[in-house]
């Protein structure tokens, strides 16, 4: 209905014609997983407090590794791009972000790799989340229709979140809020990581 709607619109606020670049296709495919995962990062306080035993209050702090690692490797990241390219960068971001998520899964009940796999999921996040997608929609938006482009990221993650913590919950909710259906949530985020990487083979090298 909405992209009836916005198909008809004089001033739309989703510009449909954007689909029409297979490179935009992916990168907003890759945006929705990208929603998916930063998602998963909400999850990471509860999951400390069934595997690690920790208080609420200790437990969100377990969250402060991967915090630091996506604010050190954000303007590195930048750097990267100029010198290697988004389909690069975008492909070895989420495959760090993948193992960081597999990792997590399997080996949240130790403490030291627990706050490993979040500094692996926070680089990982780090070269997917900002600079690379909104480069894309630069090199593939209209001059007129840029700032529209980058809305486009920003509405394909915000869906990508909504859903995400849905699809997270339901799954951890479906093992009566264990340890196995935290694992198993982790798990599917990260097959999702791994259908993003499959994703930026399409990329075009810039």
Request: proline letters at 3%; glycine letters at 12%; hydrophobic letters at 55%.
């Given at each position: ?33 990208t929603g998916f995962c930063q998602t998963a990062i909400v999850f990471m306080p509860s999951l400390a407090v069934v595997a690690l035993s920790l208080t609420t209050s ?149």
């Amino acid at each position: 209905v909405l992209l009836k709607v916005e198909r008809k619109a004089v001033d739309p606020v989703i510009q449909i014609d954007l689909y029409r670049s297979f490179e935009v296709k992916l990168a907003t495919s890759i945006a929705v997983g990208t929603g998916f995962c930063q998602t998963a990062i909400v999850f990471m306080p509860s999951l400390a407090v069934v595997a690690l035993s920790l208080t609420t209050s200790l437990a969100s702090l377990m969250v402060i590794p991967l915090v630091l690692a996506l604010g050190v490797s954000a303007p590195i990241i930048g750097r990267l791009l100029d010198k290697f390219g988004t389909k690069i960068v975008m492909m070895v971001g989420i495959f760090i972000l993948a193992v960081g998520l597999f990792l997590l899964s399997f080996s949240a009940s130790s403490f030291y790799l627990f706050i490993a796999s979040g500094v692996v999921i926070g680089l990982g996040l780090g070269a997917v989340l900002g600079s690379p997608l909104r480069y894309i929609m630069l090199g593939e938006s209209p001059p007129d229709k840029r700032g529209a482009g980058q809305a486009l990221i920003n509405f394909n993650a915000s869906a990508g979140q909504l859903v995400g913590g849905a699809l997270i919950g339901a799954v951890i909710g479906s093992q009566g809020g264990k340890l196995a259906g935290y694992q198993s949530a982790y798990i599917v985020i990260g097959f999702l990581a791994v259908i993003m990487l499959l994703l930026t083979l399409g990329l075009k090298n810039r």
